[in-house]
């Protein structure tokens, strides 16, 4: 069963600046989804991008997927201290079964 | 609505013995799924219950199960424990579709095994 891979699998950065981080896949997929962790919070859904889309918004982040490169990225402008929390892709895999990335663990310097 | 419950929060457990895990849904949403997640592995699915049957599974061995009752409460169970089955063991409730849409998690249960 393959992981998907995220990079970086660590970013800090200055409040107000905006984050960037990559998933790639290696199977056909109906939709990826991010999901975000932390302690105070647990897991959560943040958006869902389906194969036939390209991009997506949500409040500050933004979505793409790439299909063709089997990857997908994840923006968060103008980024908070409560942004701070590590960011995971899921996609389902071949055999039904949800994978989830490595996760990226964002810090965001006040 | 209320979010997912998991209960207990903390368990600690000792070698050989077993455990059982609980997990409420949220109401109205039938699709129960277990994720296992440790610092070395990451997040790994366990596997996936609707209408209290097991519907998707994921590449864990035997020693763990599941079922989910006609409210769609789930518990899963680990036998034989193993020091490596320390973990957090995060529960998630979806919508009739299941693991291809929106999953929302619970808290977790954080099982340490000695």
């Known amino acids: 069963s393959q992981q998907g891979e995220e990079d970086p699998q660590a970013l800090s950065i200055q409040e107000g600046e905006n984050a960037t981080m990559n998933c790639s896949y290696k199977?056909?997929?109906?939709?990826l989804q991010w999901y975000r962790q932390n302690s105070g919070r647990g897991l959560v859904h943040l958006i869902l991008?389906?194969?036939?889309?390209r991009e997506k918004h949500s409040g500050r982040l933004r979505v793409t997927l790439d299909t063709s490169k089997k990857s997908s990225s994840l923006l968060i402008t103008a980024s908070r201290a409560a942004d701070t929390a590590s960011y995971f892709c899921?996609?389902?895999?071949?055999?039904?079964?949800?994978?989830f990335g490595a996760g990226t663990i964002l810090r965001v310097k006040s | 609505k209320a979010g997912v419950t998991q209960t207990p929060r903390y368990l600690i457990k000792t070698r050989g013995q077993q455990v059982t895990l609980s997990c409420s849904p949220i109401?109205?949403?039938?699709?129960v799924s277990w994720y296992q997640q440790t610092p070395g592995q990451g997040l790994q699915f366990l596997f996936e219950?609707?209408?209290?049957?097991?519907?998707n599974k994921g590449n864990f061995p035997g020693r763990f199960s599941g079922r989910q009752f006609s409210n769609s409460r789930s518990e899963m169970n680990v036998s034989t424990l193993e020091l490596g089955d320390s973990a957090l063991y995060l529960c998630?409730?979806?919508?009739?579709?299941?693991?291809?849409?929106?999953?929302?998690f619970g808290p977790g249960t954080r099982l340490t095994v000695t």
């Open positions: 998630a409730s979806s919508t009739g579709g299941g693991l291809t849409y929106e999953q929302y």
């Open positions: 199977t056909s997929i109906n939709n």
């Open positions: 991008i389906r194969s036939n889309e």
């Open positions: 899921a996609f389902m895999e071949y055999g039904n079964k949800l994978v």
């Open positions: 109401s109205g949403h039938r699709s």
């Open positions: 219950y609707f209408s209290e049957t097991q519907r």
